[in-house]
């Protein structure tokens, strides 16, 4: 069973960056997602990655946000810059998709790290 851990969320101004980590024990997986969650709002997908590094992004974080992994530390990070207010989410690590990283259901979860972007 694997077990995710984020890190690196935190309070920045609008037009700051932010860094988010996520440790995997466990088996590595194939497929590695960012989604985020904020209140009142469904759960969205954000970016995801595969094992030999083709990435998917929600439009809105084009440009902005870089998803990557270290699979020899099982490690994967949401590079977050140019942060907009209506990117104030709890942001939640993925792994374990079933039906491909772009579009399937993710099986395991992190517990999520708040960030939040002021105007």
């Known amino acids: 069973q694997v077990r995710l851990v984020e890190s690196g969320g935190g309070s920045v101004q609008a037009g700051g960056s932010l860094r988010l980590s996520c440790s995997a024990s466990g088996y590595l997986f194939d497929c590695m997602a960012w989604f985020r969650q904020a209140p009142g709002t469904e759960r969205e997908r954000v970016a995801t990655?595969?094992?030999?590094?083709?990435?998917n992004y929600l439009d809105s974080v084009k440009g902005r946000f870089t998803v990557s992994r270290d699979n020899a530390k099982t490690t994967l990070y949401l590079q977050m810059n140019s942060l907009k207010p209506e990117d104030t989410a709890t942001y939640y690590c993925a792994t374990d998709a079933r039906g491909g990283c772009a579009t399937g259901a993710y099986i395991s979860w992190g517990q999520g790290t708040q960030v939040t972007v002021s105007a």
């Open positions: 990655i595969d094992v030999l590094g083709s990435t």
